[in-house]
Nanobody, 124 residues
Framework: QVQLVESGGGLVQAGDSLRLSCAAS????????MGWFRQAPGKEREFVAG????????NYADSVKGRFTISRDNAKSTVYLQMNSLKAEDTAIYYC?????????????????WGLGTQVTVSS
């Protein structure tokens, strides 16, 4: 069973940056595609970014392209989300997720494993 624990959320001002981290345990991290999702109050959860097991492929939601960067360190079993130029509309709970299938992460947006989330609040 894979466990995912997010960290790095907080309260920032518009234009600031944050880096989220997600530490994985209980599985072979290097074989999993990983992704970040978010859910704002009153809205459905949405895909933010995904990365293949080898880091060769990455995908981003249009709303974050050019501002967010996903990366991973397989030696540390950790995936990151660097968020720059944050906007008030980026306010949400951010979830880390993983699956052996990149399609499930980035296309079907239904990965098998989920963290509990970390709150990001951007004040305008």
């Amino acid at each position: 069973q894979v466990q995912l624990v997010e960290s790095g959320g907080g309260l920032v001002q518009a234009g600031d940056s944050l880096r989220l981290s997600c530490a994985a345990s209980g599985g072979t991290f290097s074989s999993y595609a990983m992704g970040w999702f978010r859910q704002a109050p009153g809205k459905e959860r949405e895909f933010v970014a995904g990365i293949t097991a080898s880091s060769y492929g990455k995908n981003y939601a249009d709303s974050v392209k050019g501002r967010f960067t996903i990366s991973r360190d397989n030696a540390k079993s950790t995936v990151y989300l660097q968020m720059n130029s944050l906007k008030a509309e980026d306010t949400a709970i951010y979830y880390c997720a993983g699956d052996e299938s990149y399609r499930k992460v980035a296309v079907l947006t239904a990965p098998a494993y989920w963290g509990l989330g970390t709150q990001v609040t951007v004040s305008s």
